[in-house]
């Protein structure tokens, strides 16, 4: 167990609606990063949030976006689903000034109809 | 930017082989690590391994920096080692640099 929690578990959403997903990152961690993985496919890095500010971001449009909170939790939001939006989207925690590692939670499934 | 590469793509073994598992890179490493997920999605942390060699139970590592490649190396495997294997490399943003995987199968 990493103490990085997301969720919900399991989602399913149908084209067009929007989502929001959660994370609480681990005690004493600064930074989340957010990962989109397909099935069968390694995970691809969505954005990271570094103290409440988007801190690099990967090839996604627009239509996902996140927040970071005060107590370093965080949300990533999409909007107008679509079908490949269909995904294990991951959350991970760190404290970027170190080279420590990242910490994933479990995963969120969202199935998008 | 950077590129990992991870072979063999896939893996099946019986219970109590070994087995070693590469990974390429195409740029300098940097806080090069190793990952293991298992078949519901939890993705763990298996070795910090920039360079040099680490071992911990059954599992090591070994990364050389200068040629660019790292080496995880399971002994006698069980099925609870079935999963996918990641190498990721971080770039100079923090940003996690993600291989394919190595899908592992261990067959009692």
């Known amino acids: 167990e990493t103490g990085v929690t997301q969720s919900p578990t399991h989602l399913i959403k149908t084209r067009g609606q929007q989502v929001t997903l959660r994370c609480s990152s681990q005690?004493?961690?600064?930074?989340v990063s957010w990962y989109q993985q397909a099935l069968g496919q390694g995970p691809q890095f969505i954005f990271q949030?570094?103290?409440?500010?988007?801190?690099g971001r990967g090839n996604f449009p627009p239509r996902f976006s996140g927040l970071q909170f005060p107590n370093y939790s965080s949300e990533l939001n999409v909007n107008a689903l679509e079908l490949d939006d269909s995904a294990l989207y991951l959350c991970?925690?760190?404290?970027?000034?170190?080279?420590?590692?990242?910490?994933f939670g479990p995963g969120t499934r969202l199935l998008v109809l | 930017g950077i590129q990992v590469e991870q072979s063999p793509p896939d893996l099946i073994l019986q219970e109590g082989a070994n087995s070693t598992l590469r990974c390429n890179f195409s740029?300098?490493?940097?806080?090069l690590q190793w990952f293991h997920q298992n078949p519901w999605g939890q993705l763990i942390n298996l070795f910090y391994?920039?360079?040099?060699?680490k071992q911990n139970g059954r599992l090591s590592a070994t990364t050389v920096a200068t040629e660019r490649y790292s080496l995880l190396y399971i002994s006698s495997s069980q099925t609870t080692d079935s999963g996918v294997y990641f190498c990721?490399?971080?770039?100079?943003?923090?940003?996690?640099?993600w291989g394919a995987g190595t899908k592992l199968i261990i067959k009692p």
């Open positions: 991970a925690s760190s404290f970027i000034s170190s080279s420590e590692t990242q910490y």
């Open positions: 005690s004493g961690h600064n930074t």
């Open positions: 949030y570094y103290r409440e500010e988007e801190n």
């Open positions: 740029d300098s490493v940097n806080n």
């Open positions: 391994i920039p360079s040099g060699t």
């Open positions: 990721v490399n971080m770039d100079s943003n923090y940003q996690l640099i």
